[in-house]
């Protein structure tokens, strides 16, 4: 029959000391009170007279008895220099030295700082073989085992809490770059593969891998479909306008009118020349009657009639003109009338397009930089600024084989597209036309402006 052994009283003391420091540092709320607790406090565990807690990234952290070390004090750079040279060793680990092992250098101003023996604890890091920091013990008493194996295991819970406060915050940009550096850092035990970086590597190759759909960016807006251009019928000054932009028109409606005046008077005057050469008619005849000479003047006084009528009913058809009817019926589609009113204009200009209600299409003008492969069919949204959350679909119908001269400078294809379905927004709102183009990698929809920048810049 087996007999399970006791634990000593002093055993359950130092277990019970051992779970206090413990939860004291699991409570700590900042480093600093971390490291005053791993110098002062470890004394519950196994006695010492000095204390030193090294970091390796600032060096010497915390001393036993002493509230914030001085980093120019004497003692302070020669167990720096202690610390340096243990720390500089991969097998260092846990364990005890004396003045015979270090440098020489070193070894001889022992007596003046420390008792006979020490003991170097490097807290173990994440990675193997790393030392982040060190716990260094000295005493005149000598080290045993089972002291180094308790403190191993203290120092190790207490290096868990530290780095929990510790570590880098990502407050600030200096702080991510160094924790994503140290996600990059290679990690010795692990094989090639299983390496973050070379998963990372992986993972981005097969995103640009990824299949999406070349898209392109334009301005587009909404125009009519099959507009009823309205020019001016002759030269003249406008003089009245009778509708209002986008107001609803009917067939044969009064649109605008020109200036009369001028038309009305070279009418009279007409009218009135046309009276006189039929008047000498009459008199000519007569007096063919009594005298044949007369009647050679008949075929030359009959063709100044038709000439003068001919000059009647041309400007009669000119003051008809002057006035200008709706052809058909549509949304009468122009600028402000005020702009118009008194200007001259000449014959084929255009002053205003009629569009039937609901006949709309997709315009766009592409940018050289993105005249991708574009096909009929090929699909066309227009997000337009004034209602971006209801885009509208179309498919194009045709792109411009030569590229049009803008008024901001730049050069431009025209693309026209026929809706998928009537639209209640009006012609003439502006957006964005986003058209699709063909399949492509992800890398090379991301790479292509940047690519032809480089081989326009640099000729490459």
């Known amino acids: 029959m087996s007999v399970t052994p006791h634990p000593t009283p002093a055993a359950v003391q130092v277990m019970g000391a051992l779970l206090d420091l413990q939860r004291r540092a699991r409570e700590a709320g900042s480093p600093q009170e971390l490291g005053f607790l791993l110098v002062n406090d470890t004394h519950g565990l196994a006695p010492y007279r000095q204390a030193v807690l090294w970091l390796t990234a600032s060096g010497v952290h915390t001393l036993s008895g002493v509230l914030q070390p001085e980093a120019n004090a004497p003692y302070v750079l020669w167990v720096q220099a202690v610390c340096q040279h243990w720390g500089a060793q991969a097998d260092a680990g846990t364990r005890a030295f004396i003045a015979d092992d270090l440098p020489p250098a070193l070894g001889a101003e022992w007596a003046e700082w420390w008792p006979a023996h020490a003991l170097w604890l490097a807290l173990p890091g994440h990675a193997p073989g790393e030392q982040p920091a060190a716990l260094l013990l000295v005493r005149d008493e000598p080290w045993p085992d089972d002291t180094q194996a308790l403190l191993h295991e203290w120092g190790k819970a207490w290096w868990h809490a530290f780095h929990a406060l510790h570590r880098p915050r990502l407050n600030n940009w200096r702080a991510l770059r160094a924790r994503v550096a140290a996600h990059f850092m290679p990690q010795a035990a692990q094989p090639w593969w299983r390496q973050n ?122 003051l008809q003109r002057a006035r200008v009817l709706a052809p058909a019926e549509g949304v009468a589609l122009f600028d402000d009338p005020s702009e118009w009113i008194g200007k001259p204009v000449a014959v084929g200009e255009r002053i205003m397009r009629l569009a039937a209600p609901g006949d709309a299409e997709v315009e766009a003008w592409l940018p050289l930089a993105d005249a991708v492969a574009l096909p009929p069919g090929t699909a066309v949204t227009l997000y337009l600024n004034a209602s971006p959350l209801s885009p509208v679909g179309a498919q194009l119908r045709y792109l411009a084989h030569d590229a049009v001269h803008r008024p901001d400078g730049s050069y431009a294809y025209r693309v026209r597209a026929t809706l998928d379905a009537p639209t209640t927004h009006r012609v003439g709102l502006k957006g964005t036309a986003k058209l699709h183009g063909g399949w492509v990698p992800l890398g090379y929809w991301v790479l292509r402006r940047p690519l032809a920048w480089v081989r326009t810049t640099l000729g490459v």
């Open 197 to 318: 970086r070379w998963r990372w590597l992986a993972a981005v190759l097969v995103l640009l891998a990824l299949p999406v759909r070349l898209t392109v960016l334009a301005p587009g807006e909404l125009v009519p479909a099959h507009p009823v251009v309205i020019r001016a019928p002759l030269d003249g000054v406008v003089d009245a306008f009778h509708v209002q932009p986008n107001q609803l028109v009917q067939k044969d409606q009064p649109l605008f009118g020109f200036d009369e005046a001028l038309i009305q008077s070279k009418l009279e005057v007409a009218k009135q020349t046309l009276a006189t050469a039929e008047t000498e008619y009459r008199q000519t005849v007569q007096q063919a009657l009594l005298d044949p000479k007369y009647r050679q003047q008949l075929a030359l006084l009959t063709g100044k009639i038709e000439e003068k009528r001919a000059e009647v009913d041309y400007l009669s058809e000119q």
